[in-house]
């Protein structure tokens, strides 16, 4: 009887660049380390933006409906309802003007400093010679401390002793100018020192967009017989428009950071000299002091959600 001999049967081996898988087995691309690695990475940032940012907001939301005065426990008869919100817009005195000051500051922000900050990016952008010094002089501001810059433009402000003051002759004479000190002034003193960190910061960030622009736009405007300032307006600007929305957005988020420096420009008085008179007139109770300020905070918050809603809603448009 002649002897059969069974072969096994043939298993199919992967092609090259194929994974190997078995029978039963789902295939993961990722690894498990891969995996543990991607949780570090995205669960660290989360977790700190979670404790950092979104908790602290939604405390101040809860504390805006109190009258906690910060010490001891928090229960349901400190729950004061809308009390501080119609307190602040309707009892409260100094927030209107203080208002009233931040939106003269992103006036200032919106149509002075910003269009000088592009203005320089554009010509920075025309390659002149030390062009690269040009942007470090004009960045350094951006760069020093919030400390340094208010040390720096005391000295240029003083009355007596500063570089305006002496530069104009007024120094020794009877018409020294309180630049800080006299309220009719002292805004936009501060509103020219403001300006100085912002214009090299909007002129970084659109000379960036500027860079990025095609070209053969530029030479078909040219050769359209466009002149350099027709170009920009009708072919630069245009382009750069989510560049333009990002400027808007810091913009407006800069000026609404600076309010309670307007709180406190409003009264041409130092802060604590300020709260202690407030206080001691009764017009403002020290147990209310936490409540009223988280209303505050969440009132710039909600006026701060339009341009950031506003910027996100285009980036998505733009993302499909």
């Not at 004061?80 to 602040?88: A, D, S, T, V």
Request: hydrophobic share 50%; glycine share 6%; charged share 15%.
């Amino acid at each position: 009887m002649a002897r059969t001999s069974v072969s096994p049967a043939r298993t199919e081996t992967p092609e090259a660049g194929e994974p190997a898988t078995t029978p039963g087995r789902r295939y993961h691309v990722l690894t498990r380390y891969d995996r543990r690695v991607l949780m570090l990475m995205v669960g660290i940032p989360l977790i700190l933006d979670l404790i950092l940012i979104w908790w602290p907001t939604a405390a101040s939301i809860v504390l805006s409906f109190t009258d906690w005065d910060g010490i001891g426990d928090l229960t349901s008869q400190n729950f004061i309802g809308l009390k501080n919100y119609q307190f602040l817009l309707t009892g409260y005195t100094l927030f209107w003007p203080a208002f009233a000051h931040n939106i003269i500051w992103l006036g200032w922000l919106t149509f002075v400093a910003t269009p000088i900050g592009m203005f320089f990016a554009v010509l920075l952008d025309r390659e002149l010679h030390g062009s690269r010094i040009y942007q470090s002089v004009f960045f350094l501001p951006v760069v020093l401390s919030l400390v340094v810059v208010g040390f720096i433009w005391e000295l240029q402000f003083s009355p007596t002793d500063g570089f305006i003051n002496n530069a104009l002759g007024i120094a020794k004479s009877d018409h020294i100018i309180d630049w800080l000190g006299n309220p009719r002034i002292n805004l936009f003193a501060i509103l020219i020192a403001t300006s100085w960190r912002h214009i090299g910061y909007i002129m970084v960030i659109y000379l960036a967009g500027l860079k990025s622009v095609d070209p053969t736009l530029r030479e078909a405007a040219k050769v359209d017989g466009a002149n350099e300032v027709q170009t920009f307006f009708r072919v630069i600007f245009p382009v750069m428009a989510p560049i333009n929305v990002v400027i808007a957005v810091i913009t407006a988020i800069e000026a609404l950071r600076a309010f309670d420096i307007a709180f406190i420009i409003n009264q041409g008085k130092n802060g604590l000299e300020l709260l202690s008179i407030l206080i001691t007139n009764n017009s403002i109770s020290e147990a209310s002091l936490v409540g009223r300020g988280s209303a505050i905070a969440v009132i710039l918050l909600i006026i701060s959600l339009g341009p950031i809603i506003t910027f996100l809603s285009r980036v998505m448009r733009t993302s499909q």
